[in-house]
């Protein structure tokens, strides 16, 4: 994940860590936490960019790419 959201055209800049949070002891799921570091209140900014959607297509895309 810091690989991939680092390396984000949209989303490098602001981001600054990734981890892991562990809650049971299944493997087939994961609950991680991302860290980024957002400019003062720019309008749209947090509805568009930050917007939780945006953020996993981030993450799909990257999927889709290595595919």
């Known amino acids: 994940l810091t690989e991939v959201y680092s390396s984000s055209p949209a989303l490098g800049r602001y981001f600054r860590s990734a981890q892991v949070i562990p809650f049971s002891n299944e ?17 749209g900014f947090m509805e568009n960019t930050m917007n939780p959607d945006f953020i996993r ?4 895309q990257n999927i889709y790419d290595e595919d």
């Open 57 to 60: 297509n981030i993450l799909r």
């Open 27 to 43: 493997s087939s799921t994961i609950i991680y936490q991302l860290v980024f570091s957002v400019p003062q209140s720019t309008e």
